[in-house]
């Protein structure tokens, strides 16, 4: 069957009119769970998930304990629970669909209260379900990183990870082509169950919650067809995609059509703040209806799709057809239009607007304060963490610069990141397996022009002198493999010169953090978060340097009440740097501070509204940078 027919695919018709038909019951039953979800379960969730017991007593745990800890009964035990509560929403708004369209077919009235008390009351076992289907999907998953793994090892183990992907050797394409083979083969393995097993949730609903019958059941009904229902369920999600795209982009253009004619016909920027927060609250409710879409006619599709070959499917009635449905639909928004509706409706549309506007307004922060930091010693094309790279840092004007620091083998702080030279000087030497003298013969590339002595290897206290009174110094402590003896080393050198005020310190290691807070409770101490499970703000530190996902308005908020900075590595986009900087972080890393400065200056000079409007653009569009 060829790609344009699957729109005309009869289960596929069969299940849109459906929908169309049945919305009211199923947009009912979605703010239910909503609802449901939002005020009792996903906090108890985060209670239980939050608890110190699978954390081992610690509030965070994070980039190199993770994999140890994933590995562990308490890891384990956490990704499962947490995987099983982030579905079940998914499987309870199945289950209340899924029944209103059975009970739609045997000829019965659709109770919202008898769908509540009969799916709620067997949440338990659909608990249950939910984490039978993580553990499955958690073992698929380990042939597919051992795998992965084994390639990594006798492609990519004998120097850094970062130069393979900054040189790509021959052994980096091998490597990338051999994991991309094992990919799609086990890509081929997981939709290939997925298309026999899709019909494992309806036939668990009608089998009385015997999960062996329930997977025996799907696996029979699904048979030769598992391939157009799969076919089918990816048409949906593309289809609605595509639409949530279309109309954010409508939104876009009418958004700035109009703000810009409100600017030019009123003084007052009362009018502008109010069209702005109504088009806040519309993408938002688009957002909310595409999805409702998609949802109900995937759900619905599933359901019709497993009653397919039964007699409960060939006595339904034909449903309706798009246009009668269309004028169906018509008359009932008709009267809405009518002034003693529409009125009213229109007050209360422009309360929650200027409501939404004036509260985005105050939370809309000031940018002058922001910290900017030049990345890694400081931008191109100066070599990373060279002295040369600390002088263009500071002729960029950056507040701070960023170094990352190791321990050679005879005790020398050198500023060195990767755990080798061989990306940055072609030499396989490994740092903490060197003496400095041994390093200090290296000429680090790329050579940006400046004095050959410039680009090689220095330490830390060469990096603080030339930086004493002319740029502040963001010191990470590299391990590869923690020691105590490099914060100790660190802190030191530090004193030695005076330059306490001028350093923060930071580290991926919770150990080193931790170290450093009792060694040196007089300096500022941050942690940086590459990828972590638990609550960062909880950490008993003073800034948080962390990957741009992390960044959201509940960590911001949370970050703020335990009196937290937050710093974000690495941002090189002009874009991004203006979403975070209105979203209120108090710092960038970048490769590129003369842009961020720019950038800051440009906000900075900005009027709140002019934020505002700008925050509007952002919100719209972020999901598609």
């Given at each position: 069957m060829r790609f344009p027919a699957f729109f005309k695919d009869p289960t596929l018709v069969t299940a849109r009119g459906r929908m169309l038909r049945l919305w009211k019951p199923m947009a009912a039953w979605t703010v239910c769970v909503w609802a449901a979800f939002l005020t009792v379960l996903s906090p108890l969730g985060s209670r239980i998930l939050g608890m110190e017991f699978f954390r081992g007593g610690d509030p965070v745990v994070g980039n190199a304990d993770l994999l140890e800890w994933v590995l562990s009964a308490r890891g384990a035990l956490h990704i499962i629970l947490a995987a099983s509560l982030a579905i079940l929403g998914v499987v309870v708004r199945f289950a209340g669909i899924f029944l209103i369209v059975t009970w739609d077919l045997e000829g019965r009235r659709h109770s919202l209260l008898h769908i509540m008390r009969l799916v709620f009351r067997t949440l338990p076992r659909l608990f249950v379900l939910c984490m039978v289907a993580v553990v499955v999907v958690l073992l698929w998953m380990l042939p597919l990183a051992g795998g992965?793994?084994?390639?990594?090892?006798?492609?990519?183990?004998?120097?850094?990870?970062?130069?393979y992907l900054t040189v790509q050797p021959p052994e980096w394409l091998h490597a990338r082509i051999l994991a991309g083979l094992w990919v799609l083969l086990w890509l081929a393995g997981a939709l290939f169950l997925l298309g026999r097993l899709l019909l494992m949730l309806p036939a668990y609903l009608t089998c009385d919650y015997r999960l062996w019958e329930a997977v025996k059941r799907a696996w029979h009904l699904a048979g030769s067809r598992w391939k157009r229902l799969l076919k089918l369920m990816a048409l949906v999600v593309s289809v609605g995609t595509l639409l949530h795209l279309a109309l954010d982009f409508l939104l876009l253009v009418l958004a700035r059509v109009l703000l810009i004619r409100i600017d030019l016909h009123f003084e007052s920027v009362r009018p502008l703040v109010m069209a702005s927060g109504s088009f806040v609250i519309l993408s938002f409710l688009l957002s909310l209806g595409v999805?409702?879409?998609?949802?109900?006619?995937?759900?619905t599709l599933l359901t019709g799709f497993y009653y397919e070959e039964t007699l409960l499917h060939q006595e339904?009635?034909?449903?309706?057809?798009?246009?009668?449905?269309?004028?169906?639909?018509?008359?009932?928004?008709?009267?809405?239009?009518?002034?003693?509706?529409?009125?009213?409706?229109?007050?209360v549309w422009t309360l929650l607007s200027g409501f939404a506007s004036l509260h985005g307004l105050r939370r809309i922060p000031e940018v002058g304060a922001v910290m900017i930091s030049a990345h890694r010693g400081g931008p191109p094309p100066a070599p990373e963490n060279t002295l040369s790279a600390l002088e263009a840092a500071i002729a960029a004007e950056a507040d701070y610069t960023e170094i990352d620091v190791q321990l050679t083998r005879d005790g020398q702080v050198v500023v060195v990141h990767d755990e080798d030279l061989m990306r940055m000087a072609g030499s396989p030497l490994v740092v903490t397996r060197s003496t400095f003298a041994e390093l200090r013969e290296l000429v680090q590339v790329p050579d940006d022009g400046s004095d050959p002595e410039m680009r090689r290897v220095a330490t830390l206290g060469e990096f603080l002198e030339r930086a004493d009174g002319r740029i502040r110094l963001m010191v990470e402590l590299k391990y590869y493999g923690f020691s105590p003896d490099l914060g100790e080393a660190v802190v030191k050198i530090i004193r030695e010169r005076g330059m306490a005020g001028q350093v923060v310190l930071m580290s991926l290691d919770l150990p080193a953090v931790h170290q450093l807070r009792e060694i040196a409770p007089d300096m500022e101490v941050g942690f940086v978060s590459g990828i972590s499970v638990g609550n960062l703000s909880r950490l008993p530190v003073d800034f948080l340097a962390v990957s741009r996902p992390a960044v959201n308005p509940r960590f911001l908020r949370a970050a703020r009440r335990n009196d937290l900075k937050v710093y974000v590595w690495t941002i090189n986009r002009k874009s991004r740097m203006v979403d975070l900087l209105l979203q209120g972080v108090d710092g960038l890393i970048t490769d590129d501070p003369v842009l961020a400065h720019r950038v800051r200056e440009e906000l900075g000079g900005m009027t709140a509204v002019e934020r505002l409007l700008l925050r509007f653009v952002t919100l719209v569009t972020e999901d598609h940078k």
């Open positions: 992965l793994a084994l390639i990594y090892r006798f492609f990519l183990g004998e120097y850094d990870i970062n130069y999805g409702f879409l998609i949802f109900s006619i995937g759900a339904a009635k034909p449903e309706a057809s798009l246009h009668e449905i269309g004028i169906h639909l018509g008359r009932k928004f008709v009267p809405w239009l009518r002034p003693k509706r529409f009125v009213p409706l229109l007050l």
